[in-house]
T-cell receptor, first 114, second 114 residues
Framework: NAGVTQTPKFRVLKTGQSMTLLCAQD?????MYWYRQDPGMGLRLIHY???????AKGEVPDGYNVSRLKKQNFLLGLESAAPSQTSVYFC?????????????FGQGTRLTVV | GQNIDQPTEMTATEGAIVQINCTYQ??????LFWYQQHAGEAPTFLSY????GLEEKGRFSSFLSRSKGYSYLLLKELQMKDSASYLC???????????????FGTGTKLQVIP
């Protein structure tokens, strides 16, 4: 049981380049999330999805787009990377309901934009 | 919005007990999570509280007081492997219903020393 898998694990981009981060979960979870984690800022929600075909904005959505074409996959796109997007990106998923629905996280993607 | 406060860093001795506090301000409170995150790794779930009181799980316990907007994570018989960041996360119902937002604190970095 792989849980939540993110690819790639590391990436260096030049300013203006684009890329897609892939998240896959095999737990049949309804909810999926993309967070970024920066020193002193904690985990901040970029976008989330409450089911296949749905997406919604989180706290810091600007500069990112997402898609959830299949229930098990949640893609995060950077159309034109900026140095401010240098961060560690985590994907997470959970059942959504009922109450005790802890999130399961992927191992993270370390992105550097130069 | 939500406001979550926890100490930035703590140091404790191997074999001792340490308490990590978390205070929060939110409307529509619907649960508090604690996650552990080792350096360079993904957060992993530790505990969940939605009712007042203490939840015990082995060496770890978590307490919640909803009226005070306060929680703590208690770690007993500290081991070197407990050196990690501990993230407090609060879930709250939105006024519109549906998705329940989870907001993370910035985390407390715990160093266990011999």
């Amino acid at each position: 049981n792989a849980g939540v898998t993110q690819t790639p694990k590391f990436r260096v981009l030049k300013t203006g380049q684009s890329m897609t981060l892939l998240c896959a979960q095999d737990m049949n979870h309804e909810y999926m999330y993309w967070y970024r984690q920066d020193p002193g800022m904690g985990l901040r929600l970029i976008h989330y999805s409450v089911g296949e075909g749905t997406t919604a904005k989180g706290e810091v959505p600007d500069g990112y787009n997402v898609s959830r074409l299949k229930k098990q996959n949640f893609l995060l796109g950077l159309e034109s990377a900026a140095p401010s997007q240098t961060s560690v990106y985590f994907c997470a998923s959970n059942r959504g309901t009922p109450a005790r629905t802890e999130a399961f996280f992927g191992q993270g993607t370390r992105l550097t934009v130069v | 919005g939500q406001n979550i406060d926890q100490p930035t860093e703590m140091t404790a001795t191997e074999g001792a007990i340490v308490q990590i506090n978390c205070t929060y301000q939110t409307s529509g409170f619907n649960g508090l999570f604690w996650y552990q995150q080792h350096a360079g790794e993904a957060p992993t779930f530790l505990s969940y509280n939605v009712l007042d009181g203490l939840e015990e799980k082995g060496r770890f316990s978590s307490f919640l007081s909803r009226s005070k907007g306060y929680s703590y994570l208690l770690l007993k018989e500290l081991q070197m492997k407990d050196s990690a960041s501990y993230l407090c996360a609060v879930r709250a119902r939105s006024e519109k219903g549906g998705y329940q937002k989870v907001t993370f604190g910035t985390g407390t970095k715990l160093q266990v020393i011999p």
